[in-house]
T-cell receptor, first 107, second 115 residues
């Protein structure tokens, strides 16, 4: 079975940093993806990790520890447009998604 | 930039009716997927499709659902007899390959409302 947990909501201030944690227990693992989803829209790809460690992509970074079944997405220099839901997804030749973390950025 | 397209953007149907949701994946992609998201819930995998056959399907994808690639560009999801609980956003996705090195690109979705 697939069990992917992430916090439901987070609030942060414009310009700050927010870290969204994701823990997973899945029957298969072929990489971990992070997607952003604005309300009523499709998920858009942000980052992925296959091996342990940190991947940096502009203002977004993602970390993976396969032994701990743990990942996080780090959003730096938050902007108002970053207010969205952030989805952690395990790839096992299909994507199994967590419920998403709604991030609200306040001025 | 190439993108996945879906039609219609919104479909309203009565319970028991058949619906066909259409998708045009990115042209050089080989793997195709359908996901659904019930309002307020997580995105759920329905089915994956490669080389003109289903690769994997979830428990949700029962006999009421079918997929087809009728020509070289379209990829369709058919629900034979819709139920109220089929109301959801349906996303089509495609990727070059199925492994983790290749992201899945999502279409904008079709909002299905069953009344």
């Amino acid at each position: 079975g697939q069990n992917i947990d992430q916090p439901t909501e987070m609030t942060a201030t414009e310009g700050a940093i927010v870290q969204i944690n994701c823990t997973y227990q899945t029957s298969g693992f072929n990489g971990l993806f992070w997607y952003q989803q604005h309300a009523g829209e499709a998920p858009t790809f942000l980052s992925y990790n296959v091996l342990d460690g940190l991947e940096e992509k502009g203002r977004f970074s993602s970390f993976l520890s396969r032994s701990k079944g743990y990942s996080y997405l780090l959003l730096k220099e938050l902007q108002m447009k970053d207010s969205a839901s952030y989805l952690c997804a395990v790839n096992d030749y299909k994507l199994s998604f967590g419920a998403g973390t709604t991030v609200t950025v306040r001025a | 930039e190439p993108e996945v397209t879906q039609t219609p953007s919104h479909q309203v149907t009565q319970m028991g009716q058949e619906v066909i949701l259409r998708c045009v994946p990115i042209s050089n992609h080989l793997y195709f997927y359908w996901y659904r998201q019930i309002l307020g819930q997580k995105v759920e995998f329905l089915v994956s499709f490669y080389n003109n056959e289903i690769s994997e399907k979830s428990e949700i994808f029962d006999d009421q659902f079918s997929v087809e690639r009728p020509d070289g560009s379209n990829f369709t999801l058919k629900i034979r007899s819709t139920k109220l609980e089929d109301s959801a956003m349906y996303f089509c996705a495609s990727s070059e390959r199925e492994d983790s090195l290749f992201e899945q690109y999502f279409g904008p979705g079709t909002r299905l409302t069953v009344t």
